[in-house]
């Protein structure tokens, strides 16, 4: 179908209504309020459907970009989601949470010249459309294989892999150690974010696919790997990066002082932030320090900003233009008043006789050699010391892998730091049958590999339960070819 | 969720004993490791520790006492009902060996967990003495457990209604003058703790403790239990629930328990007053 080219391209995405600043810094629903179908039509109208489209080698799962964009044009949301579905199973979330401006919007022909279409939003869009159609479909699954396949860990690459493999007719089981399947999606990514309605949804649709999902079952200690390979035909390992790392300054250990894994759990999962309706417990600080730059520190300090905080304090080593967060996310914690402090370093954790945090001791850093990466090294000016009052400090400082499985299945190939060594391609691990994807295997990336990770492994998973699964499962363990 | 098979008072009026259903958990509990629980799905998730594994008949015990809202919630449960979410076996599992002479030392609720770790310590050929504590004799549980399963069970009560008048601490440094342990293990409060590691130091006694810092996943996923034990920190989820007592900072261990005081005091007391007289009054 041809669709009419623009008469004149708008330079600046059309914007996306969103609850002021002012209102949403004390509320946890939604920032972006989405598109109206006559707005997504006209972003849609942006785009020129060029004829060899980049935005389609910046996504890492390769969603139709132009096809499902002309369809929104059209008006034609039907086409536009599966069209998009025929990529990415979760365009609800990677809409919100996708860092756009790395991935597809990077790579638009328009962004050379003005802003880009607005890629995520318009898919943001179109699930939300989607969703509004009432009841989920469930899809068609192929005729039962018969053959068992066990995923660990129900975060976005676990979930996809599922869903995936159960398509194909597949018996699958997943195993999560917490009460609640999502991974990051629902323990740290936060409402204001990420409704968790939507990842619910998500969950409800696997188990209307026959996906049995098993809570409170951490592996490595209730059920071990060489279990699992003796019960399924092959398994899948999808942990997460879920390790918090500490800074080991002194005063880290002091009352007040959390992971931001920790800050974010108690609020996201126990719903601390209803607190006593619900039980869990959460400091509410009148003056909050967040170390770091990430998605999650910037989380966490509009986190802390909604449960009332007076002053919210990023400490970041680097510049605002390094700041790793997703660009959208930065302007709205700017917007909403978070105060950063840029190109600062904690040094140490004050404390009072009670044990608990007072202020944060900072040093200014000098950014000027360039590093290994070419990114520009920052180094403590000395004498340049100074404190941020604080009675709650949230460390988002990176993650590691979590131990728990290497630890109970020597056999594994691991990495130093226990990151499991995985075939890029494929998820193969040094165990036969025994893949792994998403965090476990890269480090802490993003929802959208984690996702790409999922669905090649369930490609890899499917070829081999079909073909190979029969041959004797120890006897032929391999590594696997180790990519870097 | 896992359904509650039998529910004993075992201390008046707040330490309760449970058996709950659990399969899977009890093939592979062993003696030192804890679990989570979440009684209903505006609970918290609390650690607690396992008190008998029973493989066999599927199920795990374990000893709550009421000291707050989830633990007075729990001990107001009966059997027939079921706790919403059970998570473990979790923490290491002690290391039992044939040790020559292991003193175990108790003190409050951590007389139940010390009771399958004697077992197994007896099964693997040792000898086996237990030194528990109280400030008085009815505040005592466990005895006839760890009798039936210890070469001995010396008693301490603070106002001396049963046993020495005095401290486990003084109990326990009679027992290793009269001959030396090979290993102790202490499981109770802090402070019991902390006196055990503080009489076993000049003698050089290896000796284990079992933390219990506040936790919340119990998988290493929050570093809300992180201790400083040999100037590292660890998780007490992960890497313990036990250290060597010797090297535990204790300090900070006692500063991180007092962390949620005030909103712990308003949950319960507000439970309280919306449950009055239900348990524990
Ligand atoms: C606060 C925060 C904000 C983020 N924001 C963004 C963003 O805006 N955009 C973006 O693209 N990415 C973001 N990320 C990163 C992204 O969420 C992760 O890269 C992604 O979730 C990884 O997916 P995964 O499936 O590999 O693992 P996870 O989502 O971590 O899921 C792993 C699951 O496995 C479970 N598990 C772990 N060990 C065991 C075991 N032994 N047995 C059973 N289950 C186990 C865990 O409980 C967890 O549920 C963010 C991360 C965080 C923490
Ligand atoms: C590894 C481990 C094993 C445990 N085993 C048992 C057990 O077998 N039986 C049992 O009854 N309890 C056990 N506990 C303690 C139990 O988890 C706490 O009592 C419980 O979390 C308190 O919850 P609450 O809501 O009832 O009380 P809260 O309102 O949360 O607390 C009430 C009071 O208890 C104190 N408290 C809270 N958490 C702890 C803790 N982790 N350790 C010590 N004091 C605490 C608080 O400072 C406060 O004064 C264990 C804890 C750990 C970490
Ligand atoms: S999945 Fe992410 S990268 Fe791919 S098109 Fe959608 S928003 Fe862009
Ligand atoms: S309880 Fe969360 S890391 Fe130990």
Not at chain 1, 333 to 336: D, P, Q, R, V, W
Not at chain 2, 52 to 60: K, V
Not at chain 2, 171 to 192: C, N
């Given at each position: 179908m041809e669709t009419p080219k623009p008469q004149k391209i708008s330079p600046k995405k059309t914007p996306i209504p969103e609850q002021p600043p002012q209102e949403r810094r004390r509320n946890f629903g939604e920032v972006a309020l989405g598109y109206s179908e006559e707005q997504a039509a006209q972003e849609a109208g942006r785009c020129l459907q060029c004829k060899k489209p980049l935005c389609v080698t910046g996504c890492p799962v390769g969603v139709p970009i132009p096809r499902f964009i002309s369809a929104v044009r059209q008006k034609d949301f039907?086409?536009?989601?599966?069209?998009?579905?025929?990529?990415?199973?979760?365009?609800?979330?990677?809409?919100?949470?996708?860092?756009?401006?790395?991935?597809?919007?990077?790579?638009?022909?328009?962004?050379?010249?003005?802003?880009?279409?607005?890629?995520?939003?318009?898919?943001?869009?179109?699930?939300?459309?989607?969703?509004?159609?009432?009841?989920?479909?469930?899809?068609?699954?192929?005729?039962?294989?018969?053959?068992?396949?066990?995923?660990?860990?129900?975060?976005?690459?676990?979930?996809?892999?599922?869903?995936d493999l159960a398509k194909l007719g597949h018996n699958v089981t997943i195993y999560e150690a917490l009460h609640e399947a999502g991974g990051v999606l629902v323990y740290g990514i936060p409402e204001f974010r990420l409704p968790k309605a939507i990842v619910a949804r998500e969950i409800e649709l696997l188990k209307r696919m026959g996906v049995t999902i098993v809570t409170n079952a951490v592996i490595g200690k209730l059920i071990t790997i060489e279990e699992i390979r003796q019960q399924f035909d092959a398994c899948y390992i999808a942990t997460g990066a879920g390790l918090p790392r500490f800074m080991n300054i002194p005063g880290e250990n002091l009352n007040g002082v959390y992971s931001a894994n920790e800050f974010l759990t108690r609020i996201n999962l126990m719903r601390a932030y209803q607190f006593p309706e619900y039980d869990t417990p959460v400091k509410q600080g009148s003056h909050i320090v967040v170390v770091g730059g990430g998605n999650v520190a910037m989380d966490s300090a509009r986190t802390a900003l909604r449960l009332g905080a007076e002053e919210v304090s990023l400490v970041y080593r680097r510049s605002l233009a390094e700041l790793p967060a997703r660009k959208e996310e930065v302007h709205h914690?700017?917007?909403?008043g978070i105060n950063m402090e840029l190109c600062s370093n904690p040094v140490r954790i004050l404390g009072g006789d009670n044990g608990h945090v007072t202020a944060v001791e900072c040093v200014r850093m000098d950014l000027c050699e360039l590093d290994d990466s070419g990114r520009k090294k920052p180094k403590p000016i000395e004498g340049s010391e100074f404190q941020v009052k604080a009675d709650v400090v949230i460390i988002a400082v990176g993650t590691g892998a979590n131990p728990l499985i290497a630890q109970s299945e020597r056999n594994l190939t691991v990495t130093k730091h226990k990151y499991i060594v995985a075939d890029e391609e494929t998820g193969k691990t040094s165990l036969r049958g025994v893949y792994a994807g998403g965090d476990i295997v890269t480090g802490s990336a993003t929802v959208i590999s984690a996702m790409g990770a999922g669905r090649k492994a369930a490609a890899a998973i499917h070829e081999f339960v079909l073909h190979d699964s029969q041959l004797p499962a120890k006897s032929a363990d391999e590594p696997p070819a180790r990519k870097k | 969720m896992a359904l509650i098979k039998e529910k004993r008072l075992l201390r008046a009026p707040d330490v309760f004993y449970f058996r709950i259903e659990a399969p899977l958990i009890s093939k592979k509990a062993r003696p030192g490791q804890f679990v989570i629980v979440r009684l209903h799905d505006?609970?918290?998730?609390?650690?607690?520790?396992?008190?008998?594994?029973?493989?066999?008949?599927?199920?795990?015990?374990?000893?709550?006492?009421?000291?707050?809202?989830?633990?007075?919630?729990?001990?107001?449960?009966?059997?027939?009902?079921?706790?919403?979410?059970?998570?473990?076996?979790?923490?290491?599992?002690?290391?039992?060996?044939?040790?020559?002479?292991v003193v175990l030392v108790g003190g409050g609720f951590g007389t139940a967990p010390l009771y399958p770790i004697a077992k197994a310590f007896k099964n693997a050929g040792s000898e086996v003495v237990t030194v528990m504590g109280a400030r008085s004799k009815d505040l005592l549980i466990y005895e006839k457990e760890m009798l039936s399963v210890c070469d001995r069970v010396l008693v301490a009560t603070d106002d001396g209604s049963k046993g020495i008048k005095?401290?486990?601490?003084?109990?326990?440094?009679?027992?290793?003058?009269?001959?030396?342990?090979?290993?102790?293990?202490?499981?109770?409060?802090?402070?019991?703790?902390?006196?055990?590691?503080?009489?076993?130091?000049?003698?050089?006694?290896?000796?284990?403790?079992?933390l219990n810092p506040i936790m919340v996943d119990g998988t290493g996923m929050c570093g809300g239990c992180r201790v400083t034990v040999g100037g590292e920190t660890r998780f007490a989820c992960t890497d313990g629930p036990e250290f060597d007592g010797h090297l535990v900072d204790w300090d900070v261990l006692m500063n991180r328990q007092r962390k949620y005081i005030p909103e712990q005091k308003h949950s319960f007391e507000q439970w309280k007053t919306k449950h009055a007289g239900v348990v524990c009054e």
């Open positions: 039907k086409r536009a989601i599966e069209t998009i579905k025929e990529a990415n199973l979760l365009p609800a979330v990677c809409g919100r949470v996708c860092p756009q401006e790395n991935q597809c919007e990077k790579f638009c022909t328009l962004a050379k010249k003005f802003d880009p279409v607005a890629i995520g939003r318009l898919e943001r869009f179109v699930a939300d459309w989607d969703r509004s159609q009432g009841s989920v479909q469930v899809p068609e699954t192929a005729a039962s294989t018969g053959k068992r396949v066990a995923i660990v860990g129900s975060g976005p690459s676990g979930l996809t892999c599922a869903y914690a700017l917007e909403e | 505006k609970g918290e998730r609390i650690p607690l520790s396992l008190a008998d594994i029973d493989a066999d008949g599927g199920t795990i015990s374990l000893i709550v006492m009421a000291v707050g809202k989830t633990t007075a919630e729990f001990t107001a449960m009966q059997p027939g009902q079921d706790v919403l979410d059970l998570c473990g076996p979790l923490g290491n599992p002690t290391e039992i060996e044939k040790a020559g002479k005095g401290l486990v601490t003084n109990a326990l440094k009679a027992e290793l003058e009269q001959a030396p342990a090979d290993l102790v293990i202490a499981i109770g409060p802090v402070v019991m703790m902390r006196a055990v590691a503080e009489t076993t130091r000049p003698l050089g006694t290896k000796t284990v403790v079992s």
